[in-house]
């Protein structure tokens, strides 16, 4: 094992990649609060919304509303997700409200298919014009390569086809590039060895990993990643979000268990844990639900003996 980062950045996507995947509508002005609780406990990398189709996701209609209500520190990087050059217009109406913009396509065919109605080529090709744009506007580009680990539709996805996504998307402007677990696919054997080879292959790119929680493996494939020298991942509070398919999948790995786990493991993120717990209470008031978070049920380790009237048992 190679020597671990001593901190870690962390970009929090509940408010985009969260929210789009629930089966409710969360009010506005409900989604404004717990953004601004979020940069409140010390997140420091936020993505606020997403500009599509009100008609494909309508949990998202509201973008243009959230960044104009939502009020951030300085020190808050706000980022949006666009699917293509349209979504980026709309966006940049809104211009003064955040920093980044978040360009995606998949790494298999099928699910691009699916996903955006494209081939790869053609996302490319579209993420070249708009990342082109939004230099121009003096924005940071990340690209987001879902399904990078594992496709449900077509298995294992090679990891060279990835990594020359991935370069193509460094050509296009991406100073960062993401990749994703969609569904939950990958291994810690498998990240590690991925992101070894995307070190290697893109030095001057800041990596990124996201996993899922699907099978119970997320923060196994964090600990894989963190050996190989990774230092940036993004993650959902409360368990939010995920995939619609496979049928049966769990959200993202939720921050709050990233967090704990980081600061148990000695690194650094900058958050205050209590603090974004506070968050994914609130957000599972609103829903009415109990939320996928483990850290939310039995709170950090520290937390672990408070209150105990009676010894543990095992």
Known sequence: MSELPAQVRIREVGPRDGFQNEPEVIPTADKVALIEALAHAGLRRIELTSFVRADVIPQLADAAEVLDAVRLPEE?????LVPNERGLERALEHR??????????SASETHNAKNVGRSIEESLSGLGRTFARARTEGLRCE???STAFGCPYEGRVPPERVLGIAQRLADAGAVEI???DTTGMANPLQVRDFFAAARAGLPDVE?????????????ANVLAALEV????????FGELGGCPVPVGA???IATEDLVSMLHEMGIATGIDLVTLIDASCQVERLLGRRLGSHVLTAGPVQWSHRDQAEPATT
Do not use: Y
């Open 76 to 80: 808050v990087s706000a980022s949006v």
């Open 96 to 105: 003064a409200k955040f920093q980044e913009i978040n360009g995606f396509l």
């Open 229 to 236: 020298g990774v230092e940036s991942f993004e993650s959902s």
């Open 143 to 145: 690209g987001v390569i």
């Open 207 to 219: 990596l990124t990993a996201h996993f899922h929680n699907t099978r119970g493996q997320g923060l």
């Open 250 to 252: 769990t959200g993202n």
């Open 178 to 180: 993401g990749f994703g």
